[in-house]
Each structure stands twice: as structure tokens, then as C-alpha cells.
């Protein structure tokens, strides 16, 4: 196996490209938020399946809808330095006209913790328990949505702005990081990490069910990026 992930990401590494935007345009909507499932058991290792509507990406020109979140402790990918961010979300997205055998796209977002970070979720948790205040408890019997989430809050803002920063990433060709490994997945990993304030790490905590997998090698991977030196 050659093409493995998560691996370590640089800027002196990488290749910006021309226009980025025929690779990737991230269409969720800023504030809407969607309804699904999410199984808090250790087995499922806590996915949150959207069941309804499903927020959108272009990639290379196909429309892909997302179709699950989660969250790693301590993340996969290591972006600039050498040492990992506290936790990493991924977007897990399947073209909108395709089954489970189709390539993925998945985006991830690192994070870390800082004081000054404006509380994510206001009066929503991360993953909200539908008619519930205190994030990522199961109810097991439940046999529609559960829970809802706002995908776009997870991404990093756009500086001096409240506008969710869609547009700077690396990108490059992968695996899934847990069993089966299969080498059919294209990464998209924001540049900066989005903050969570400390008050707020416990729901995070309490979310992420996914260990992180250790650093693979690039072989003769390239590594591409939407922004500048
Ligand atoms: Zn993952």
C-alpha cells in the first residue's frame, strides 16, 4: 500500500495551484443546521449519519453530498510543525448520484483550544440531542433523526470575520484511516485550525469516539494547496 493516510502536511511541501476552485467549492449553507443520527456507542464509533437534507460540495466539476461526521481526539494529519491538534473532524461526502462503491471526498478540520475562542455552539451543543440541552447523549430506541448539526460552524472563520473559511486547504490523494484502508479517498485539509474554548472541550470530548492513526508516508504523492506562500 502506497497511498495511505493521514500524513504530514506543509507548506514548503506542497504546490500551490491556479484555481482551486475547479477542484473544490464547499457549498454549506452558514448557519443552517441538519438533521440525522448520531450512534454514541463505542462499536459504531460515534458517527453522526445525516438522514435528511444533505449539505453539498463540488469536486472536479460532480456534485458529492456529505453524508457522515466524526470526531478524532488528538488529530490525524499534522498541518505545519510536529505535533498533532487536540482533535480533528471529518466530513465524510459520496457524489450525490452514486452508491457506498464510489470514491470519497472528505474534508478535515483541526483544532485546538484557546481562550479567546467565541463559544461554538451557543445555545446548541456540537452534535445536539434533538430536543435535549447536553451534547451527544443516545437514545437508542429512536428509529428517526436524533440529532441535528451545523457543519459549517466546525470550519475555522475567515479573519476578522464570522464567515466560516472555505477556501484554504491541502489537498492530496488517500486512504481511509481506519479498517479497510482502502486507498480511494481524496483529502481536503483545512490550513488553519478552528478554536474551541476550554469550556467547550468536553463536548467535544464526549463526541469523539475515533482514535487517531499514526502518520503514513507520501511515497510519490503530490500535495497541492489553494493559497500562497
Ligand atoms: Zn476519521
Not at 459504531?44 to 438522514?51: D, I, P, T, V
Not at 482533535?87 to 472528505?106: L, N, Q, R, T, Y
Not at 429512536?142 to 464570522?162: E, I, K, N, W
Amino acid at each position: 500500500m502506497s497511498s495511505q493516510s493521514p500524513i504530514k502536511l506543509k507548506i514548503e511541501s506542497s504546490i500551490e495551484i491556479a484555481q482551486p476552485h475547479d477542484l473544490l467549492t464547499i457549498h454549506y449553507p452558514a448557519t443552517q443546521s441538519f438533521v440525522g443520527k448520531f450512534d454514541g456507542n463505542a462499536s459504531s464509533h460515534g458517527n453522526f449519519e445525516l438522514g435528511g437534507t444533505k449539505p453539498k460540495i463540488v469536486y472536479r466539476g460532480r456534485k458529492y453530498k456529505l453524508v457522515k461526521i466524526h470526531i478524532h481526539e488528538l488529530s490525524e494529519h499534522v498541518v505545519e510543525g510536529d505535533s498533532p491538534s487536540q482533535f480533528e473532524v471529518h466530513f465524510v461526502h459520496i457524489p450525490v448520484h452514486g452508491d457506498g462503491s464510489d470514491p470519497k471526498v472528505v474534508l478535515g478540520v483541526l483544532y485546538k483550544e484557546c481562550e479567546q475562542a467565541d463559544r461554538l455552539c451557543g445555545d446548541e451543543a456540537i452534535i445536539a440531542p434533538l430536543g435535549h440541552e447536553d451534547g451527544c447523549s443516545t437514545d437508542k430506541d429512536a428509529s428517526g433523526p436524533t440529532h441535528s448539526v451545523t457543519p459549517a460552524r466546525f470550519f475555522p472563520r475567515l479573519s476578522d470575520s464570522s464567515e466560516p473559511d472555505f477556501d484554504s486547504w491541502y489537498y492530496y490523494e488517500g486512504s481511509l484511516t481506519s479498517y479497510p484502508y482502502s486507498e480511494d479517498v481524496s483529502w481536503f485539509v483545512m490550513k488553519n485550525e478552528a478554536v474551541v474554548h476550554p469550556d467547550e472541550t468536553r463536548a467535544f470530548k464526549r463526541c469523539s469516539q475515533q482514535h487517531a492513526r499514526g502518520l503514513q508516508p507520501l511515497e510519490r504523492r503530490l500535495v497541492l494547496r489553494s493559497f500562497g506562500e
